[in-house]
């Protein structure tokens, strides 16, 4: 018989110790390239406050009336000396990158490298590229004033659960997050109500996190009066919270 160089525990099979090895290098490998999406980020994004991320389906076209509704909603924030963060595709992300670019802000994309579907668009003044989404997730978080999140799939629903569970548990500090074009949102804010908020799944208070604006201009001044009183810089006590997302 052959040498089988398996590793027998408790009926399981284990590979040989070559391997194991060989797979914890390259682990240890690509913590060095996670930490690196975090250093460039930090280095690039770091003088860009106050900025506001934008959210929504990759998937609708420049023709689509949520495309008119992100891109005039980035240029007013952009004009008004918001920073806009994207995801860096199309669609939603597009539009958003297109008005500030037209704004007299930066308009910056945090892009994922994916099998397929991301594309960068073209109106990015600062383009990061992320192989890790919870890299990629951190920049959105601690570099946002606000979220502006337009209708859209998996993604976009995961960004906006992220953000309101870094909220709700105190990870991150508050901030506006707006919901536009309410039809679209309509039914699932119904069903927080009727089973989260009902079932005692989220408190009443935690439906207060999310806001629901249609208008561009109304949401400038939801973000402005959110920070009225506090002011947009980070306080010692915010970053001390960024350091632990």
């Given at each position: 018989?052959?040498?089988?160089?398996?590793?027998?525990?408790?009926?399981?099979?284990?590979?040989n110790?070559?391997?194991?090895?060989e797979?914890?290098?390259?682990?240890?490998?690509?913590?060095?390239?996670?930490?690196?999406?975090?250093?460039?980020?930090?280095?690039?994004?770091?003088?860009?406050?106050?900025?506001?991320?934008?959210?929504?389906?990759?998937?609708?076209?420049?023709?689509?009336?949520?495309?008119?509704?992100?891109?005039?909603t980035?240029?007013?924030?952009?004009?008004?000396?918001?920073?806009?963060?994207?995801?860096?595709g199309?669609g939603?992300?597009?539009?958003?990158?297109?008005?500030a670019?037209?704004?007299?802000?930066?308009?910056?994309?945090?892009?994922?490298?994916?099998?397929?579907?991301?594309?960068?668009?073209?109106?990015?003044?600062?383009?990061?590229s992320?192989?890790?989404?919870?890299?990629?997730?951190?920049?959105?978080?601690?570099?946002?004033?606000?979220?502006?999140?337009?209708?859209?799939?998996?993604g976009?629903?995961?960004?906006?659960?992220?953000?309101?569970?870094?909220?709700?548990?105190?990870k991150?500090?508050?901030?506006?997050?707006?919901?536009?074009?309410e039809?679209?949102?309509?039914?699932?804010?119904?069903?927080?109500?009727?089973r989260?908020v009902?079932?005692g799944?989220?408190?009443?208070?935690d439906?207060?996190?999310?806001?629901v604006i249609?208008?561009?201009?109304?949401?400038?001044?939801a973000i402005?009066?959110?920070?009225?009183?506090?002011?947009?810089?980070?306080?010692a006590?915010?970053?001390?919270?960024?350091?632990?997302?």
């Amino acid at each position: 018989m052959g040498e089988n160089r398996n590793h027998k525990s408790n009926g399981l099979v284990l590979p040989n110790g070559d391997a194991v090895h060989e797979t914890s290098a390259k682990e240890a490998w690509r913590l060095f390239g996670i930490m690196s999406e975090f250093v460039e980020t930090t280095e690039r994004l770091g003088n860009v406050r106050p900025a506001v991320s934008f959210f929504g389906s990759a998937r609708i076209s420049p023709d689509s009336p949520h495309y008119a509704l992100a891109e005039r909603t980035a240029r007013l924030l952009s004009d008004a000396g918001f920073s806009v963060i994207s995801g860096g595709g199309r669609g939603v992300m597009e539009a958003a990158n297109r008005g500030a670019l037209a704004g007299r802000s930066p308009s910056i994309g945090l892009n994922i490298q994916l099998p397929r579907e991301q594309i960068p668009n073209d109106y990015q003044d600062i383009s990061l590229s992320f192989r890790h989404f919870f890299a990629r997730k951190v920049a959105f978080v601690k570099f946002s004033c606000a979220y502006v999140v337009l209708p859209g799939g998996f993604g976009t629903l995961d960004e906006l659960t992220e953000a309101l569970i870094m909220i709700q548990t105190g990870k991150s500090p508050r901030f506006p997050i707006i919901l536009m074009h309410e039809p679209f949102w309509r039914g699932m804010l119904g069903w927080f109500r009727e089973r989260l908020v009902a079932e005692g799944m989220i408190s009443e208070q935690d439906m207060d996190l999310i806001q629901v604006i249609d208008s561009p201009e109304q949401v400038v001044d939801a973000i402005f009066r959110h920070y009225e009183h506090s002011g947009f810089i980070p306080t010692a006590a915010d970053r001390e919270k960024f350091l632990d997302l």
